[in-house]
């Protein structure tokens, strides 16, 4: 069983910043790929941006590429998601997710477990 934790979002103008933590427990962290994803009001979720197992690998979602950056701290099993002019179509709940023993994963089919999600308002 894994267990993720996300914190950080909030309320920002646009063109602000924010930084959106994932707290993982229950399984070895440094073996799976992670994610970050998002759902708008009456829209699919839809991938953000992703991390291979041992941070040699990164993806994005061409909507964020530039502005979002994905990390993580194996140590301490920890995921991030830096986000920088950020714009109101970046609204959503952000979701961290985790793909046990997957070494890249870009689709929420390849997801084994979710956390709640944490809402980001991006006001214009």
């Known amino acids: 069983q894994v267990q993720l934790v996300e914190s950080g979002g909030g309320l920002v103008a646009a063109g602000g910043s924010l930084r959106l933590s994932c707290a993982a427990s229950?399984?070895?962290?440094?073996?799976?790929?992670m994610a970050w994803f998002r759902q708008a009001p009456g829209k699919e979720r839809e991938f953000v941006a992703a991390?291979?197992?041992?941070?040699?690998?990164?993806y994005y979602a061409d909507s964020v590429k530039g502005r979002f950056t994905i990390s993580r701290d194996n140590a301490n099993n920890m995921l991030y998601l830096q986000m920088n002019s950020l714009k109101p179509e970046d609204t959503a709940v952000y979701y961290c997710?985790?793909?046990?023993?997957?070494?890249?994963?870009?689709?929420?089919?390849?997801?084994?477990?979710w956390g709640q999600g944490t809402q980001v308002t991006v006001s214009s």
């Open positions: 229950g399984r070895p962290f440094g073996n799976s790929a």
């Open positions: 991390i291979r197992p041992r941070a040699d690998g990164t």
């Open positions: 997710a985790a793909a046990l023993y997957r070494s890249v994963a870009t689709t929420k089919e390849q997801y084994n477990y």
